[in-house]
């Protein structure tokens, strides 16, 4: 896997994506030679035309990773790949004739566009099914022994079964005796028999739950000196999920770790991009505020905006400003979770839920430095002592500044009851762990995404 930003992708996918660019510029560059001729060369280095492809790749990629088309785990069957290909397609050509026909300049040539899309759509759809047919081959999967037999196993299994973009084929797992010394046997004797074996196994990934007189180091030994990676469960998860898992967390986790250092030069940046964020936003958003006001003031009776007491940096409380999406009783009976379709919200403030308006005051927040832009989501006072009792390291979300988004909301969504949120504060501390400037900006990024599809929103 290739690590961007502290995130890991997997290898095929940055491949993808690569070929998909050179695809998309290609055909519209054989569509500029093929139009043109000899004076292909005028337009592409005279007259702008090298730029303009160049935008249209960028547009492309940007319409596919909005379509989900390099997160196959979000796809469920073949033929949807191909869909959403043709939507991606479908949207390009509308905005490229939108502008067009605004800007006239934008155009590269007379045809070049129509021809450009016609060789895109042959060119993606071929691509697509070569690549399927790539992936599926044996030389390019990587063969993984599990070893373990427990909860903390079958969750490897099931993720590397459900991820099959990591390219990881299980060639070995199994239940396991309870008796140390007999689990310890049917280990070796598993990895004993890879051994000279072709094409024998890439990768051991450590599952063991409890490994005290169970692990067969010599054998695995043998192995890593063969060119076998050994790997822990917990790595691997924490690549290809995005979170740490709490079961099997201990407190060494966090003492040797390399993460979960927070520099101040590093605070220092990522408060003043913050900040220029939020100011950029609540300009952006002023035109807006006159519509918001008048649509909350006429879906129910009570003020515009909402306040509420959170837990910010520190366990210090700080009060949270929102539009108001509630009927100003929501909670006359104490403090609730909201849930998804909340009868106490009015019918504009569900609407504004799911398009995340109602957050935009909180960029006031965030000038005020009780927020970042980006940090753990802050909690109410009414549920931190319950949760920080039943989750464990919970309190760890209050060591830096809590956030208008986050690593959590982009991966994972609103969480309601205790279950979601304890998988939250597993995303949560993977942002902790890895967080940095670059991180930062690919969440606001994915913002963009999450709000558009609507994803995540109570």
């Not at 949120?421 to 890895?434: A, P, Q, S």
């Amino acid at each position: 896997m290739i690590r961007l930003f502290n995130v890991y992708y997997p290898t095929r996918t940055i491949v993808l994506l690569m070929c998909e660019a050179v695809i998309v510029s290609g055909s519209f560059l054989l569509a500029t030679v093929l139009r043109l001729g000899p004076d292909a060369y005028i337009c592409l280095n005279y007259e702008y035309g090298a730029l303009k492809i160049l935008a249209l790749t960028l547009m492309t990629l940007l319409f596919s990773y909005y379509f989900d088309l390099y997160e196959p785990q979000r796809i469920s069957e073949k033929w949807e790949i191909y869909f959403r290909l043709l939507l991606v397609l479908g949207f390009l050509s509308f905005l490229l004739s939108a502008i067009i026909y605004f800007f006239p300049k934008a155009d590269i040539a007379h045809y070049v566009l129509l021809l450009g899309l016609m060789f895109l759509t042959i060119g993606l759809v071929v691509w697509r099914s070569v690549y399927s047919w790539l992936i599926g081959r044996e030389v390019f999967r990587e063969r993984v022994y599990v070893l373990g037999g427990g909860d903390r196993a079958r969750m490897v299994v099931d993720t590397l079964r459900m991820r099959k973009d990591a390219g990881m084929e299980i060639v070995g797992f199994e239940e396991t005796p309870d008796n140390k010394e007999e689990r310890k046997e049917a280990f070796t004797a598993a990895l004993e028999s890879f051994r000279g074996k072709a094409p024998g196994v890439d990768r051991v990934i450590i599952a063991l739950e409890d490994r005290r007189g169970a692990l067969p180091l010599r054998e695995l030994l043998h192995l890593r000196f063969d060119g076998v990676v050994i790997e822990e469960a917990g790595a691997l998860l924490e690549r290809l999920t995005g979170k740490l898992y709490l079961d099997g967390l201990r407190p060494s986790n966090f003492i040797y770790s390399e993460g979960f250092r927070v520099k101040p030069s590093q605070q220092i940046a990522r408060r003043i991009v913050s900040t220029l964020t939020a100011a950029i936003g609540l300009i952006l958003f002023l035109p807006l505020f006159p519509f918001v006001v008048l649509a909350v003031k006429l879906s129910s009776s009570g003020p515009i905006f909402f306040k509420q007491t959170r837990v910010g940096m520190g366990g210090r409380n700080f009060t949270v400003y929102k539009f108001r999406t509630m009927r100003t009783d929501a909670e006359a009976s104490g403090a609730k979770w909201a849930s998804k379709d909340d009868p106490r919200a009015t019918k504009i403030g569900s609407f504004m839920r799911k398009v995340r308006l109602d957050e935009v005051p909180q960029l006031w927040n965030v000038l005020r430095g009780d927020m970042g832009f980006v940090g753990p989501r802050p909690e109410r006072p009414e549920f931190v002592p319950w949760l920080a009792e039943k989750i464990p390291y919970f309190d760890l979300r209050h060591m830096i500044r809590p956030g208008l988004t986050g690593w959590a909301q982009v991966r994972y969504g609103y969480g309601a009851t205790l279950e979601e949120t304890r998988e939250k504060l597993e995303y949560d501390l993977y942002y902790i762990k890895h967080m940095t400037l670059g991180l930062d900006l690919l969440i606001m990024f994915e913002t963009v995404k999450t709000i558009l599809r609507r994803r995540g929103a109570q």
